[in-house]
């Protein structure tokens, strides 16, 4: 199993307050990634980073903000949280794009539920 | 617009009852296909990825290919272990550091 670990694994909210959420990776792999999964929707990508302090946006990043100082960490912001934002989130990393080795590996989510 | 479907979404089987699910997208340009298996309150898992049409992949009881507008997933004698939601992913050569999911296909096999 890819060396990847989140936290907290499940956090309640409430609506209007920040919350902070971490993944550690010990593969030292390049890219990582934040995804939502919603029921209908599947895993939608949040941000992602190819590098420390390299990030970029995705489909859905609006309310949503990241950081990565180290390349064994990847966290996602939200500023302040909103009802919308209940949903499990899961981090994944890859060793590179546009190689053979682009597979991404994912930890095992967090369930946030914002009240 | 990149996207994936699957279908369908969701299927009971038998234990040793065979099938097949299908994921079909559309991208510019294929880069890579990707199946996962997720069990109840976890991660995917990653299964099989897929490059080029006519190329299949084997694991246990699965086998994935490939062609130009689809892949299934087949499933052989499948045991009630193998109930889980699978997920197909596809990677587009232009934005090749993007991913997009299908909605997966929820399988229950039972005994």
Known sequence: ?115 | EDQVTQSPEALRLQEGESSSLNCSYTVSGLRGLFWYRQDPGKGPEFLFTLYSAGEEKEKERLKATLTKKESFLHITAPKPEDSATYLCAVQARRIFNKFYFGSGTKLNVKP
Request: hydrophobic share 25%.
């Open chain 1, 1 to 115: 199993d890819a060396g990847i670990t989140q936290s907290p694994r499940h956090k309640v909210t409430e609506t209007g307050t920040p919350v902070t959420l971490r993944c550690h990776q010990t593969e030292n792999h390049r890219y990582m990634y934040w995804y939502r999964q919603d029921p209908g929707h599947g895993l939608r990508l949040i941000h992602y980073s190819y590098g420390v302090k390299d990030t970029d946006k995705g489909e859905v990043s609006d309310g949503y903000s990241v950081s990565r100082s180290k390349t064994e960490d990847f966290l996602l912001t939200l500023e302040s949280a909103t009802s919308s934002q209940t949903s499990v989130y899961f981090c994944a990393i890859s060793e590179s794009v546009g190689g053979s080795t682009d597979t991404q590996y994912f930890g095992p989510g967090t369930r946030l539920t914002v009240l």
